[in-house]
């Protein structure tokens, strides 16, 4: 489609105005212009490198869902900041202006593997490599579909526009603004390309629970040869989900997000976005070989200008440096980007306080529980004035997605880990011996060899004991596994601090609890852990 056609077809879908018109472009055509135009540079082996200014990562606290009559009831307004339908018209009127005349890149793509849920997802971006970047992470048409391809929603995304909170209605000149009704995402302020991502992921969270899929921040592989035998994989940052679920001898299909059907598990996502801070080629060989590879983003990297060798340790511009390619780089990604129904659900968490022990049996109530609690902490060191282990609770493993109340999709994965006898796994990837600073981390062979017996069924015929502080169901004794690890209470040089230690994070997770608690069933609230 030539440059004129685009911009009239783009004028009749609400876009009016706008100069050349850059109409799904590939990747060496996007690589070329984002050079062209000053956005990045090009790296080793074809990748491109670039900046976000000041944005290094997302504004989870300028983001807003519009308070439109079809949504109010529906969304969980303590985490979702509201605007009015007539501050975001303002906004987008503005936006309009602001790209009138403007050259702008146009992506027409597909959030989600299973035709039956997927999104057609229009993003036009001011930003050739943020174009490029979407093009990634979301799912391509083939040319049949592009010719009659019509969006569900549209994202405009123009990093350059500043909003302005009074007019706007928003916090800062920074805005993500979601219109269900409008079907429309608006984007300003921010040049970090994961808003892009993020957004989408939030359109489905709020979308597919009313059709009955659980939408999911997690990752996920099937066995070889058996796509029926599907693990998920969730947690947050640092405990280990992406090496964890990139295991060779299983087939990944996808590393961030995922819907539950009747049918089974499906990538929402063409691609990946990995964290690259400290990335080796021994610890992860596939992330690291796409950093030298044709079309990846690499994202707010130092470089050295001559060589153009990226700095894996350099974190002066941010330690969420990350890079962007498509699942096909990644030797054992799933072609279908598509399983069955789970037979293993993990959740990961980093217990920094060195009391839960390195794997626990959930059932379906608790498995509810602990998705609601998204329990992991942060560690002495990682921030300014941390000098302990500090809980950390994200709901879901992923609260800033997340549109409606959270016991919505706890229930969802309760029911579908009841209805499907999923087998479901607390997996500490955390201290032992001791809390930080006095124990030592886990020992990484033995959380692999304690997957390995969860995932091909083994683990669930050995012995189990009921933990006295959580409730769930501990084995006692895995081939090839220390039984001492097996029993963190004995692991501990003072017993009786351990005892101490495990009151204050059962307090924690019971005060978490609290404002979930008169949302949930019996069945969850009677497995809930309790301070003494």
């Not at 947050?236 to 990139?246: D, E, N, Q, R």
Request: with cysteine; charged share 20%.
């Amino acid at each position: 489609m030539d440059d004129t056609t685009a911009a009239s077809r783009l004028a009749a879908s609400g876009f009016p105005g706008v100069g050349r018109v850059h109409d799904n472009l590939l990747e060496a055509a996007l690589i070329e212009a984002a050079v062209q135009r000053g956005e990045g540079k090009i790296g080793r082996g074809g990748t491109l490198l670039v900046t976000t200014g000041k944005h290094t990562g997302r504004s989870p606290k300028d983001k807003h869902i519009v308070r439109e009559p079809s949504v109010d009831a529906h969304v969980w307004w303590d985490n979702n900041a509201p605007m009015s339908p007539e501050h975001f018209e303002a906004l987008h009127q503005d936006m309009l202006a602001h790209v009138r005349g403007d050259e702008l890149f146009v992506q027409d793509l597909y959030a989600g593997a299973d035709p039956a849920h997927r999104l057609n997802v229009r993003v036009i971006t001011e930003l050739a490599w943020h174009s490029l970047f979407i093009r990634h992470l979301l799912r391509r048409p083939d040319q049949a579909e592009l010719a009659g391809f019509r969006p569900d929603f549209t994202i405009l995304n123009c990093p350059s526009f500043h909003a302005d909170p009074a007019r706007h209605g928003c916090r800062s000149e920074t805005v993500i603004a979601i219109s269900f009704e409008r079907k429309l995402v608006l984007v300003g302020g921010s040049a970090y390309a994961g808003e892009n991502k993020k957004g989408v992921f939030t359109l489905l969270n709020y979308l597919l629970p009313a059709k009955g899929v659980m939408p999911m921040h997690c990752s996920a592989n099937h066995a070889k040869g058996n796509p029926d035998d599907v693990a998920l994989f969730f947690g947050l940052s640092g405990t280990g989900k992406t090496t964890l679920s990139a295991d060779t001898a299983r087939v990944l299909i996808g590393d961030d997000e995922h819907g539950w059907s009747d049918d089974g598990v499906f990538n929402f996502e063409g691609g990946c976005y990995a964290k690259t801070i400290n990335l080796s080629p021994e610890a992860e060989p596939e992330i690291h070989r796409t950093t030298t590879m044709f079309g990846t983003v690499i994202e707010n990297m130092v470089f050295d200008e001559r060589t153009r060798e990226v700095d894996f340790t350099d974190d002066s511009l941010t330690a969420n440096m990350r890079c962007a390619y498509p699942m096909a780089a990644i030797s054992n990604a799933s072609d279908t980007a598509r399983g069955g129904h789970p037979r293993n659900v993990v959740m990961l968490t980093c217990d920094a306080f060195g009391v839960l022990p390195p794997i626990a049996r959930l059932s379906p109530a608790q498995a509810e529980y602990h998705f609601l609690s998204g329990f992991t902490s942060k560690v002495a060191g990682t921030e300014r004035g941390v000098t302990e282990p500090q809980p950390t609770f994200s709901t879901c493993f992923g609260a800033p997605f997340m549109p409606r109340r959270p016991e919505v999709y706890g229930g969802l994965l309760r029911d579908k880990i009841a209805e499907h006898g999923a087998a479901c796994w607390l997996v500490n990837t955390g201290w032992t011996g001791g809390a930080y600073g006095t124990g030592r981390r886990m020992p990484i062979a033995a959380t692999r060899a304690l997957l390995s017996a969860a995932l091909d069924g083994s683990l669930n015929s050995v012995t189990f004991r009921r933990d006295p502080n959580f409730g769930f169901e501990v084995p006692v004794a895995v081939p090839g596994v220390d039984p001492a690890l097996l029993d963190p209470r004995s692991t501990w040089a003072d017993p009786r601090a351990y005892d101490a230690q495990a009151a204050r994070l059962v307090a924690m997770f019971s005060d978490n609890f609290a404002r979930y608690e008169s949302h949930v069933g019996e069945d969850v609230k009677a497995v809930a852990v309790r301070a003494a």
